[in-house]
Nanobody, 123 residues
Framework: QVQLVESGGGLVQAGGSLRLSCAAP????????MGWFRQAPGKEREFVAG????????YYANSVKGRFTISRDNAKNTVYLQMNSLKPEDAAVYYC????????????????WGQGTQVTVSS
């Protein structure tokens, strides 16, 4: 079992920045792939970014490429999502998730999920 704890959401103006964190207390994440997903009201959960822990390889949805950056801290067993140039359409509940080995864009293929953190972007 992998417990994931997200933090860092909040209210920001359009054009602003936020950094989300996802920690796995007491658990090493080597061997896992981590994904950030988001879900806006009335919409399906969608892939935002992913990172393969072992190699550091990163993947992004086209809608966030160039604005968001996913990274990891091995010592802290934490993955981050730096979000810059935020737009109102980025507003959603953001979730981190973990699965074995490789990044996948399909939410159902992830085994472990955090509780989610709200991101609100005002125009």
């Amino acid at each position: 079992q992998v417990q994931l704890v997200e933090s860092g959401g909040g209210l920001v103006q359009a054009g602003g920045s936020l950094r989300l964190s996802c920690a796995a207390p007491g658990r090493t994440l080597s061997g896992y792939a981590m994904g950030w997903f988001r879900q806006a009201p009335g919409k399906e959960r969608e892939f935002v970014a992913g990172i393969r822990w072992s190699t550091g390889s990163t993947y992004y949805a086209n809608s966030v490429k160039g604005r968001f950056t996913i990274s990891r801290d091995n010592a802290k067993n934490t993955v981050y999502l730096q979000m810059n140039s935020l737009k109102p359409e980025d507003a959603a509940v953001y979730y981190c998730a973990a699965r074995a080995a490789i990044v996948d864009v399909t939410p159902s293929r992830y085994d472990y999920w955090g509780q989610g953190t709200q991101v609100t972007v005002s125009s």
